[in-house]
């Protein structure tokens, strides 16, 4: 029987973004198969891909028996309190990105990923796609090659956006990568 994941404030629903699965694997921490697994990034000494629980991830067991860490330590945004960036960093499932994945903070807190998006999904989101604006103009192209760029994001190739909602304000921010 499954047991109902537990709750991740800072990615919502990690079975939509594909960091979790169902799975029979048995957890490598716990000892247990409880019918998902997680398949995003773990940083750590002993390979733990694809063999963890969420429930020892959100617990923090992960974290403390094998020192893992689910983010890549990248934050984009301000400074937030070392208990928020731990519980992001150590008790939140991470994911896969082309390149080293990043986490978004603000309002003092971290952010919630929801996932992958393209150019279509972004038109709803009118303030994450002006932030993608930014960044690639930053790169020195011109208006007419970053506009071309950011309508050429996809949700599954690259280039690609990962989105991500404020848990206060709920403005959306957004950054790209691409292999």
């Known amino acids: 029987m499954t047991e109902r994941l537990p709750e991740f404030p800072y990615h919502p629903d990690p079975v939509a973004t594909g960091a979790v699965v169902p799975s029979e694997v048995?957890?490598?921490?716990c000892g247990r198969a409880r019918g998902?697994?997680?398949t995003g990034p773990v940083y750590a000494v002993e390979d733990l891909k694809g063999r963890l629980c969420p429930w020892c991830i959100?617990?923090?067991?992960?974290?403390?028996?094998?020192d893992a860490h689910f983010t890549?330590?990248?934050?984009?945004?301000?400074?937030?309190?070392?208990?928020?960036?731990s519980a992001v960093d150590r008790r939140t499932p991470g994911f896969s990105a082309w390149q080293e994945p990043q986490w978004f903070f603000h309002c003092g807190d971290g952010t919630a990923f929801l996932g992958r998006v393209g150019a279509?999904?972004?038109?709803?989101?009118?303030?994450?796609?002006?932030?993608l604006r930014q960044e690639a103009s930053g790169w020195g192209r011109p208006s007419d090659q970053v506009?071309?760029?950011?309508d050429s994001l996809d949700k599954e190739n690259p280039?690609?956006?990962?989105?991500?909602?404020?848990?206060?304000?709920?403005?959306?921010?957004a950054?790209?990568?691409?292999?």
């Not at 959100?58 to 094998?66: I, S």
């Not at 890549?72 to 070392?82: F, K």
């Not at 950054?175 to 292999?179: A, L, Q």
């Open 26 to 29: 048995v957890c490598v921490c």
């Open 147 to 150: 506009q071309h760029y950011v």
């Open 120 to 131: 279509a999904e972004l038109a709803d989101h009118p303030e994450a796609l002006e932030a």
């Open 36 to 38: 998902y697994s997680y």
């Open 175 to 179: 950054y790209s990568d691409f292999t």
């Open 72 to 85: 890549a330590g990248a934050c984009l945004g301000e400074d937030v309190p070392l208990e928020i960036f």
């Open 159 to 173: 280039p690609t956006a990962y989105l991500f909602r404020c848990r206060h304000c709920a403005t959306r921010l």
């Open 58 to 66: 959100a617990g923090g067991e992960v974290a403390e028996r094998f």
